[in-house]
């Protein structure tokens, strides 16, 4: 094996979402840096990012009831809502930059406007959801949104899940057009072919193996180039690690102190697919529901209208599962593998706190198709076993870290990033709101990792993301006029339009 060693400003491990960011944000704000890219796999998109292994929506809270809280005093804390919404209004801003700039392409083929609905039932549910309603629709960000416990008013809005319901109990649910649907597969290939016009050198089958420190402080990533069997060096003074699920793996190489203490649980997902047009064409949007007791956030359930492959898709999920493996293409030692000697009081401890979950993603595992379909009529119920297929959802990895508040062994159920200190390296760990915040996710890692930088770099991220630094539900009238651009940049207002006249 021949060795081959080479020089770059910026290594991006991983071509998913994450990646393509925040290579094209560094591209708009220093295109003269030399960016290169290694994935594993044969193309870009196709773990974590690819539009079969996510839920496909914009999270922005205006559906999933886990972003507000009930309080113990029955007050609702709408703060993460708030702030999940005002991330993905900076993806969306960034993305009708490109469009506007021409930097990428027809944005009808990775979003589109989709309405997006919470749906409960019982009468303490129904109270829960009125007070949500009234809470964030007094927010700019929600308004739009409409509430109805009325039964008829409900079959207008999703006539296939109220269709053949006979339930006397209270039901309720809450609508909001401004919703949609983001293929986020499609938008990371069409980030990469944009990157890859721009001059960054993009290596797939390119596997990387070890990252460390070199003697002159640059990090060096060891490469098996799959295609002939080669090994390679590469050095850069910034390296980020994107991996998805086989971030963790690479980020413990680093040896960085910020890397001990960190452990890894791995969640599969399984989601239910309508392969019956008549059925798939009786529902348009994104239904939401309450997870039950005891169950992750990242499995509540929802009946969702997705667009994929340029068709109308239905599915319905996620029910979670149980693999070893950080990655869908990972391997069974994967868990075992990651367990180290800083972490392993981390991860027992976890263990300990965590045995509810452990017992419901076993129970999860050994669900009979059945069960499924009984889970299912909870939102159809008249849906027939025939109508549906199974498909095996993406793998996520929780984060689990000691933390101040929350002790030894913290389970955590959202997207986190580690920096070294001297900022030279960071990966992304975790899993949802994820790819609809990428933006927000990206900005923070070149906050951190490029503080000297920023301040020059400053104009040029307000002219791609206007409302960088400002909080859009504070700014009502600046909140109306970038989402005017928007629409329409993004076609948004057209397919509104369509939708409204259909």
Not at 101 to 109: A, T
Not at 264 to 283: D, K, R, T, W, Y
Not at 442 to 447: H, I, K, P, R, Y
């Amino acid at each position: 094996m021949s060795n081959n060693y080479t020089q770059t400003d910026v290594i991006l491990i991983g071509a998913g979402i994450m990646s393509a960011t925040l290579g094209s944000l560094l591209k708009e704000v220093t295109p003269e840096w030399e960016i290169r890219v290694f994935e594993k796999l044969s193309k870009a998109g196709e773990e974590s990012s690819n539009e079969w292994n996510n839920a496909g929506t914009g999270h922005s809270a205006l559906c999933e009831l886990n972003y507000t809280v009930e309080k113990p005093d029955g007050s609702l804390d709408i703060s993460k809502a708030i702030k999940i919404n005002e991330q993905f209004q900076l993806s969306r801003q960034f993305w009708s930059y490109l469009v506007d700039s021409k930097l990428i392409g027809n944005p009808e083929d990775f979003i589109k406007a989709l309405p997006h609905m919470s749906l409960v039932q019982g009468e303490s549910n129904v109270d829960f959801l009125k007070k949500r309603f009234n809470m964030l629709s007094a927010n700019p960000l929600f308004q739009g949104m409409e509430f109805s416990d009325d039964v008829e008013q409900l079959k207008e809005w999703m006539p296939l899940i109220m269709n053949g319901r006979t339930s006397d109990e209270p039901i309720a649910a809450t609508k909001i057009d401004s919703g949609t649907d983001v293929n986020f597969g499609a938008l990371t290939r069409v980030l990469f072919e944009h990157l890859e016009s721009v001059n960054v050198d993009v290596n797939y089958q390119h596997n990387v193996k070890d990252i460390k420190r070199n003697n002159e402080g640059l990090w060096e990533v060891k490469v098996y180039d799959q295609e002939n069997g080669k090994i390679e060096y590469h050095t850069a003074k910034f390296v980020f690690i994107g991996g998805g699920g086989g971030s963790l793996p690479l980020l413990q190489k680093t040896g960085i102190p910020e890397s001990k203490h960190i452990g890894g649980f791995p969640v599969s997902g399984l989601f239910m697919v309508c392969n019956n047009p008549e059925v798939i064409e009786q529902h348009h949007a994104k239904v939401y529901g309450k997870a039950k007791v005891g169950a992750p956030p990242m499995s509540v359930p929802h009946l969702d209208t997705r667009f994929i492959e340029g068709k109308k898709s239905l599915l319905f999920g996620p029910f979670a599962g149980f693999t070893p493996k950080f990655l869908k293409t990972g391997s069974l030692l994967d868990l075992i593998t990651s367990v180290k000697s800083d972490n392993l009081l981390t991860l027992l401890s976890a263990g300990v706190k965590e045995l509810p979950l452990t017992k419901y993603l076993m129970q999860q595992v050994v669900l009979s198709n059945e069960k499924r379909m009984e889970e299912l009529r909870e939102f159809i119920p008249n849906a027939q076993s025939k109508d549906w297929d199974i498909v095996i959802a993406g793998q996520r990895v929780q984060v689990i870290e000691d933390t101040e508040d929350g002790g030894k062994g913290t389970l955590k159920f959202g997207t986190e990033v580690v920096c070294g200190a001297d900022g030279s390296v960071a990966a992304l760990l975790g899993a949802s709101p994820g790819a609809s915040t990428a933006v927000h996710v990206m900005l923070n890692v070149m906050e951190r990792c490029f503080p000297e930088q920023m301040k020059e770099w400053e104009p040029k991220i307000k002219e791609m993301v206007p409302s960088y630094g400002i909080a859009l539900s504070e700014n009502p009238a600046l909140y109306r006029e970038i989402e005017a651009t928007i629409q329409e940049t993004l076609g948004l207002s057209e397919i509104k339009s369509v939708l409204a006249h259909a």
